[in-house]
């Protein structure tokens, strides 16, 4: 069924565009679309797809169409597919689909599923073909996240102010429930099993898809400056959220603490995955041999993940055919895990997260040499934890954990991910295009894929091919 979908899909973007590159009209509707279909291939390390042996799941097919109603009201809707790696596999979604009245030039209103501002480019990141890259700097626009932040089901105000001789400002303001938060996608449900690493200290072994997500709040507002300098603007983007998720009461069947020295560390060669408290205590009492199982109830327990604050920061300078650009991104979030701290947390002086604080920054420069020629590159530096750039902390506390609980083990560069892109698009005509890029990589931060950390490569390479048409 997904494939007879996105065939469709597929078939009426091409019926769409038979006639031309141009804008199909079929009475008061205008139709554009675009298709694309890239590769990826790394020296090491499984990024986005299964990379390694190289991927052809690399894909993006849409259709949007549009209608003036009105001078003042237009609807807008985009059907969109994409394949990265186990994520997406084609299923087709209503990318965005919304009702636009303008007021006038300085008021406009927005109801339904709205695109949603982050930096300079999270509104356009569909579209390939009207930028450079194959990939965007990930310390931006993580393409584990695209789905949950692309848009937002609610409703937006925007316009455009004139300042006379310092430009003009544009702003927008969107308010309602954030993007579709599926954790059954391998990359965003592998970072949010990530944040349920501390009920593995109760005993209990939480995954993605036990998670129920139940409220997602945004409220992003941004402002750009349209400078009088003829391609230079700056934005400022302002994001709040709150998600709100159930991990269900549960039973399972765990190991509890063998310690027949009374040295307070288990008996080897038992591997002991997480700890049971059987009697309130912090283990349990020497000299006990429980070589079975447990049977433990867990009750229902309510996450709440609060992105505080996420401030982004943005400037790009157009001259003919050189366009400079920089951003960068700071994301504080707070979770709360409806329990009190592990006795086990405590008893290993492991700190129990209630916020983390996620940076991002990237510089890119790009010059299109001829029609046909554009040339880029840019670097980019992402740290998950702003306090902790060298991984020092977590390793420590994965070290201290994996003592008792046999918890995978961490090393320092999961700490960061540093992007050094190179890239070549060349364009076959207005509207087809076809990329060359190069990533060399230090870091894996962004590496959720992998069995066992010790298979990790912290230098390595990435390169892609991607070719898009629009119409």
């Not at 973007?13 to 990826?40: K, R, T, W």
């Not at 916020?355 to 046909?372: E, H, K, M, P, V």
Request: aromatic share 12%; hydrophobic share 40%; charged share 20%.
């Amino acid at each position: 069924m997904k494939k007879i979908r996105i065939a469709c899909l597929c078939i009426a973007a091409f019926m769409a565009a038979s006639g031309g590159a141009h804008a199909v009209e079929v009475g008061p509707v205008d139709i554009h679309g675009f298709i694309s279909q890239g590769y990826l291939q790394s020296t090491a390390n499984d990024y986005l797809a299964k990379s390694e042996k190289g991927s052809f799941e690399f894909n993006e097919v849409g259709v949007n169409f549009s209608s003036n109603l009105s001078d003042k009201l237009r609807l807008g809707l985009q059907l969109f597919a994409r394949d990265l790696g186990d994520t997406g596999n084609n299923e087709v979604q209503v990318d965005w689909a919304f009702a636009d009245y303008r007021l006038s030039n300085e008021l406009g209103l927005r109801l339904g599923k709205i695109k949603a501002p982050l930096g300079l480019y999270n509104e356009s990141r569909d579209a390939d073909i009207v930028r450079t890259w194959v990939l965007l700097p990930q310390s931006v626009y993580m393409e584990a996240w695209r789905s949950f932040v692309v848009a937002a089901e609610g409703g937006g105000i925007y316009g455009t102010l004139d300042a006379g001789p310092l430009g003009s400002f544009e702003y927008q303001d969107v308010l309602g429930t954030l993007g579709n938060f599926n954790t059954e996608e391998p990359l965003l449900g592998k970072q949010f099993e990530r944040l349920m690493q501390p009920y593995a200290f109760t005993g209990q072994v939480v995954s993605a898809d036990d998670v129920e997500v139940t409220g997602r709040k945004l409220n992003s507002l941004q402002l750009v400056w349209n400078t009088p300098l003829e391609g230079l603007r700056f934005s400022g983007t302002w994001t709040f959220g709150k998600t709100e998720a159930t991990v269900p009461a549960m039973t399972q069947n765990t190991y509890a603490l063998y310690d027949s020295n009374a040295d307070g560390v288990p008996d080897a060669p038992i591997y002991v995955p997480a700890y049971v408290d059987l009697g309130g205590g912090v283990y349990v009492p020497s000299g006990s041999y429980l070589p079975t199982l447990v049977e433990v109830d867990f009750p229902e327990r309510s996450i709440d993940v609060d992105m505080k604050k996420a401030l982004t920061v943005s400037g790009e300078y157009k001259w003919k055919g050189l366009t400079l650009a920089a951003e960068y991104i700071e994301e504080k979030i707070g979770v709360d895990y409806g329990m009190d701290t592990p006795a086990l947390m405590t008893a290993l002086d492991i700190e129990m997260p209630s916020s983390i604080t996620l940076l991002g920054y990237y510089g890119s420069i790009a010059y299109r040499f001829t029609d046909w020629l554009e040339l880029g590159t840019y670097y980019s530096v992402y740290y998950p934890n702003k306090h902790d750039k060298k991984g020092e902390d977590m390793v420590a506390d994965a070290t201290k954990a994996q003592i008792l609980t046999g918890s995978v083990a961490a090393v320092d560069h999961q700490a960061w991910q540093k992007d050094y892109c190179f890239t070549a698009r060349i364009d076959i005509n207005p509207f087809w295009c076809v990329k060359l890029e190069g990533h060399h990589m230090n870091g894996t931060a962004q590496i959720y894929d992998y069995d066992d950390v010790d298979d990790l490569r912290k230098i390595w390479s990435l390169y892609a091919v991607k070719t898009s048409y629009a119409f």
